[in-house]
């Protein structure tokens, strides 16, 4: 079965430094993938999404992530952190033919001036 | 513009008593979910609704029960809230394969 891990609960960074955060799917190959972030006392947004047709995908507000089919891997990327951009952020792949997703546990990301 | 709305916003119960969470949207969408969310624990599907007519259970379906109303509304009820069921709960709404849109939740505490 299909699962997702987000390393690392919390994150920190400086303002104006790389923000790196991790998500590795489980299973086979998965035909979609989706990163949110959760802004304090709202609803999950959505970021961006994987759909096979490139493996960059740039998303809103400067982040992109790189599907890795090698590695397992659909990290984010923001080459400057901004104070906005502290936020949760989860990984999300289906679950199977439904189109339901399972969410990863969240990656709390922390910028500090 | 309103997208996923979900009331009420904010709810405290007591154990044993029973309400209902509404959500509805606006982007004639087919499929509809419950999430309860957790601290560490991440979003966790609690009920969905791939179509009008249709419900099927999720991660964590105990103690709750859903009604698809209309294509537009899919509310989630607690029969006998438990200190357990204290979460903030999200709807969401999306078509199949297609990224979900999310309301602002409700915080439900139960005491």
């Given at each position: 079965a299909q699962s997702v891990t987000q390393l690392g609960s919390h994150v920190s960074v400086s303002e104006g430094a790389l923000v790196l955060l991790r998500c590795n799917y489980s299973s086979?190959?998965?035909p979609y993938l989706f990163w949110y972030v959760q802004y304090p006392n709202q609803g999950l947004q959505l970021l961006l999404k994987y759909t096979?047709?490139?493996t960059l995908v740039k998303g809103i507000n400067g982040f992109e992530a790189e599907f890795k089919k090698s590695e397992t891997s659909f990290h984010l990327t923001k080459p400057s952190a901004h104070m906005s951009d502290a936020a949760e952020y989860f990984c999300a792949v289906p679950r199977g033919s439904q189109g339901n997703l399972i969410f990863g546990k969240g990656t709390k990301l922390s910028v500090k001036p | 513009n309103a997208g996923v709305t979900q009331t009420p916003k904010f709810q405290v119960l007591k154990t044993g008593q029973s309400m209902t969470l509404q959500c509805a949207q606006?982007?004639?969408?087919n499929s509809m979910y419950w999430y309860r969310q957790d601290p560490g624990m991440g979003l966790r599907l609690i009920y969905y609704s791939a179509s009008e007519g249709t419900t099927d259970k999720g991660e964590v379906p105990n103690g709750y029960n859903v009604s698809r109303?209309?294509?537009r509304e899919f509310s989630l009820r607690l029969e006998s809230a438990a200190p357990s069921q204290t979460s903030v709960y999200f709807c969401a709404s999306s078509e199949k394969y297609q990224p979900q849109h999310f309301g602002d939740g409700t915080r439900l505490s139960i005491l």
């Amino acid at each position: 079965a299909q699962s997702v891990t987000q390393l690392g609960s919390h994150v920190s960074v400086s303002e104006g430094a790389l923000v790196l955060l991790r998500c590795n799917y489980s299973s086979s190959v998965p035909p979609y993938l989706f990163w949110y972030v959760q802004y304090p006392n709202q609803g999950l947004q959505l970021l961006l999404k994987y759909t096979s047709a490139a493996t960059l995908v740039k998303g809103i507000n400067g982040f992109e992530a790189e599907f890795k089919k090698s590695e397992t891997s659909f990290h984010l990327t923001k080459p400057s952190a901004h104070m906005s951009d502290a936020a949760e952020y989860f990984c999300a792949v289906p679950r199977g033919s439904q189109g339901n997703l399972i969410f990863g546990k969240g990656t709390k990301l922390s910028v500090k001036p | 513009n309103a997208g996923v709305t979900q009331t009420p916003k904010f709810q405290v119960l007591k154990t044993g008593q029973s309400m209902t969470l509404q959500c509805a949207q606006d982007m004639n969408h087919n499929s509809m979910y419950w999430y309860r969310q957790d601290p560490g624990m991440g979003l966790r599907l609690i009920y969905y609704s791939a179509s009008e007519g249709t419900t099927d259970k999720g991660e964590v379906p105990n103690g709750y029960n859903v009604s698809r109303l209309n294509k537009r509304e899919f509310s989630l009820r607690l029969e006998s809230a438990a200190p357990s069921q204290t979460s903030v709960y999200f709807c969401a709404s999306s078509e199949k394969y297609q990224p979900q849109h999310f309301g602002d939740g409700t915080r439900l505490s139960i005491l």
